[in-house]
Structure formats: C-alpha cells, structure tokens
C-alpha cells in the first residue's frame, strides 16, 4: 500500500466516525505556525507561508465535503504589520497573486468569497483584485470563505461601539436600545452566524485577537501541528472532538425528567 492510500484509508476511517447531522455550520481557524515550519527545515519563512495556501485549498474542500457552509481564517492580522517589511511585503503580494491565480476556480465551486478587516493600507492594486474577486463570487450561495486580513477583534468592538455612539447621539438610536442584536449588527461579520469551532494550529493556547465577540460560545480544539503540516485528516479530527464536546451555552445538560425528580429527591 503507498503512502497516499494509507492517507485515505485514515481519512475515511475518520470520515467514518463523523454524525454529518452535527457537523458545525461555521469553522473559524488561526492558522499558525508557517514560519517556524520554514525555519525548522531551514527554508525561508516565506517558503512557509506558501505551503500554508497549499494547506488552506485542502481544508477549504474538506470543509465544504462535510456540509460545512462557512470557513473564516486569520490570514493577516492588524499586529502583523511589525514583522520584518520583507515578510509583510511577501504576504501582500501572496494574496495579490494567489487572488489571479485561483478566483476563477474558487467560484466555478460556487463558492463566496469576502474579506474582513480594514483594507485602506493595502496597495491600490490588491484592494483593486479584493474588490472584483468579491463582485465575481457575490451570488454563489453553496459555501462562504472569510479571509480576516488587517483584522484586529478589538479594533472591531471599539468600531462598533464608536459608530453606535455616533447614531445615538445624532438622535439615530437611543442608548436604551443598545442591545446584543444591535451591537452585532455593526461589526463586521453582521449577518453571520457566530462560529461553533475554533481551530489553532501550532499548540498556542491563545485568541490573539481574533472574533472576540463572536467566539464567545465557540468551542476550541488547539492542535500541536504546525499550519503547513496540517490536512484532513487533522481537521477530521477538530471536527470529531467537536461532536465530543456538550454545548450547553451556560446552562446545564439536560436531563430525563425521571433523573431531575431523582435528584431533587436525594438533596
């Protein structure tokens, strides 16, 4: 048996053990660890961002297989901007090149395209490739792709809260209607379902300033594979200790009415 079966052959035992009723709508992913791939094997760091892409179209497919409807990644965050200019300047021209290179087929497979953050830093001519890649995909309805670039989760709130004071004291709002609903509607992702899984790779246990309104209630499954060296068969595995876990959103897990008078009666 050659290496590339022995892949699938773990891919569909995987594949196998997943309840396709509970799969989650929304996957989020901080997908870390590219340089230190590159550094490790003694490659550029840019060589590790490159593969990672390689690994994003892997997980974009697997993602949409399992009936997943939205994927949204943390391709560039606003604290990245103090990386080595070389680094950043290699990360624009990435996205600028992977956009030419893959739009047509990213919505030949029905799938939306939308970036999310601030983009007024970017050069004119990768704003420009955002713009038309967003336009050409704007009706596909099968599957949505989120790319988080410039992005920063607190930068996000402070928006948010900064253009609901503008509308309640412009007489818009009063500020006793400030609610959750309301909030929501002015950040970015407004529209979207909040994500139910969360994934990082490369072991950090951290949110590094990504969806901190909408992970509220996300589960999270920290992987110790580095970005370029994760594939299906790891994101499989997210997905199952996802089905693992007991989403009780603060409440307790339900029980038979006979075990709750149980209980009642034994305290």
């Not at 939205?70 to 990360?91: G, I």
Request: net charge positive; hydrophobic share 35%.
């Amino acid at each position: 048996m050659s290496l590339g079966e022995i892949f699938d052959k773990k891919n569909n035992d995987l594949s196998k053990r997943i309840d396709k009723k509970k799969v989650p709508e929304h996957v989020a992913i901080i997908m870390d660890g590219n340089g230190r791939w590159a550094t490790k094997k003694g490659l550029p760091r840019t060589y590790g961002h490159k593969q990672g892409v390689s690994v994003l179209k892997k997980i974009i497919k697997a993602s949409k297989n399992l009936g997943c409807k939205v994927l949204t990644v943390y391709a560039f965050s606003t604290e990245n901007w103090t990386r080595p200019s070389k680094e950043v300047n290699f990360l624009i021209n990435l996205f600028s090149e992977v956009l030419r290179n893959q739009i047509e087929e990213i919505h030949e497979e029905a799938t939306r395209i939308k970036f999310i953050g601030d983009l007024t830093p970017f050069p004119e001519t990768l704003k420009k490739i955002i713009s038309s890649s967003e336009s050409l995909t704007k009706n596909n309805n099968d599957f949505l792709f989120n790319v988080c670039v410039n992005y920063g989760g607190r930068q996000e709130i402070v928006k948010a809260a900064r253009e609901l004071a503008l509308k309640s004291s412009s007489g818009e709002i009063k500020p006793s209607e400030v609610n959750e609903e309301l909030f929501n509607s002015e950040l970015l992702t407004r529209g979207l379902k909040d994500p139910e899984l969360l994934i990082r790779t490369s072991g950090e246990k951290r949110l590094s300033n990504f969806l901190l309104w909408q992970l509220a209630y996300s589960e999270i499954y920290i992987s110790d594979v580095l970005w370029p060296e994760f594939n299906e068969y790891e994101f499989l595995k997210a997905i199952i200790d996802y089905q693992s876990r007991n989403r009780r959103f603060g409440g307790i897990e339900s029980l038979p009415k006979e075990s709750f008078e149980d209980s009642q009666c034994s305290s």
